[in-house]
C-alpha cells in the first residue's frame, strides 16, 4: 500500500516561512490535499489538490508537489499556526485508497 | 452552513459493536462521496472508509475490512457505520467528512466526531 512519510515535527520563528514536507514514491503524479488539526479540535483542510486553497484559508498557505515530494508552505507564520499538519492522498489503484501521511507537529518558538 | 453531526460512540467490550451515524446539513447529501477518518488518543489521522454518491464505490481500510461496514441513507442524509468484533486498537475518536470527489479523494468539511473506546 502507498505510503507517506512526513517529518514528525518541524520548528519555526514567528515571521519566518515553515516548510512541512510529504514523501511518497511518484507522488508528484497524485493530487495531494493538507489538513491543520489544532488540539482539540477537527482537522481543516488547508490545501487541496496540490496548492488550491478552500474559501477562508490565508494566502500565506500554499502547497507544492513535484517528484517524490510534496511541501505545504507557511510564510509570515502566525503563533495561531501551531497544529498538528498531515498530508493526505487517494490512491485510486488501492483496494484502500484513502492515505494519510503521520503528520507534523509545528512548532512556533 | 455545510454541519456533519457524529453520534453513536461510547464504551464497548471487546467483540462487542456499536453503530455510528453521521447527520449531514447544509449541502445535497446525495451528491457527495462520504468518508469515515479515526483518530487514537494522541496518534495521527487513519482512514477507515469511503462510500460514493450512490453507494456504487465502497472501500476499507485493511485494518477495518470483514468488522465494520459503511452505509448511507441519502434519504435521511445519514451516514453510518456498523462496526462489529471491536478491539482495544479500534479506540478513536471518529469523524465523518464529506468528500467533493466522484469515488473519494479527500475531506473538505469534518464533522467533530464521537469517541469509541473498546475495553473490558
Known amino acids: 500500500s502507498y505510503v507517506l512519510t512526513q517529518p514528525p515535527s518541524v520548528s519555526v520563528a514567528p515571521g519566518q516561512t515553515a516548510r512541512i514536507t510529504c514523501g511518497g514514491n511518484n507522488i508528484g503524479s497524485k493530487s495531494v490535499h493538507w489538513y491543520q488539526q489544532k488540539p482539540g479540535q477537527a482537522p481543516v483542510l488547508v490545501v487541496y489538490d496540490d496548492s488550491d486553497r478552500p474559501s477562508g484559508i490565508p494566502e500565506r498557505f500554499s502547497g507544492s508537489n513535484s517528484g517524490n515530494t510534496a511541501t505545504l508552505t507557511i510564510s509570515r507564520v502566525e503563533a495561531g499556526d501551531e497544529a498538528d499538519y498531515y498530508c493526505?492522498?487517494?490512491?485510486?489503484?488501492?483496494?484502500?485508497?484513502?492515505?494519510f501521511g503521520g503528520g507534523t507537529k509545528l512548532t512556533v518558538l | 452552513e455545510v454541519q456533519l453531526v457524529e453520534s453513536g460512540g461510547g464504551l464497548v467490550k471487546p467483540g462487542g459493536s456499536l453503530r455510528l451515524s453521521c447527520a449531514a446539513s447544509g449541502f445535497t447529501f446525495s451528491s457527495y462521496s462520504m468518508n469515515w477518518v479515526r483518530q487514537a488518543p494522541g496518534k495521527g489521522l487513519e482512514w477507515v472508509s469511503s462510500i460514493s454518491s450512490s453507494s456504487s464505490y465502497i472501500y476499507y481500510a485493511d485494518s477495518v475490512k470483514g468488522r465494520f461496514t459503511i452505509s448511507r441513507d441519502n434519504a435521511k442524509n445519514s451516514l453510518y457505520l456498523q462496526m462489529n468484533s471491536l478491539r482495544a486498537e479500534d479506540t478513536a475518536v471518529y469523524y465523518c467528512?464529506?468528500?467533493?470527489?466522484?469515488?473519494?479523494?479527500?475531506?473538505?468539511?469534518w464533522g467533530q466526531g464521537t469517541l469509541v473506546t473498546v475495553s473490558s
Open positions: 493526505q492522498v487517494w490512491d485510486s489503484s488501492s483496494d484502500h485508497p484513502g492515505v
Open positions: 467528512a464529506r468528500d467533493p470527489g466522484p469515488t473519494g479523494d479527500h475531506c473538505d468539511y
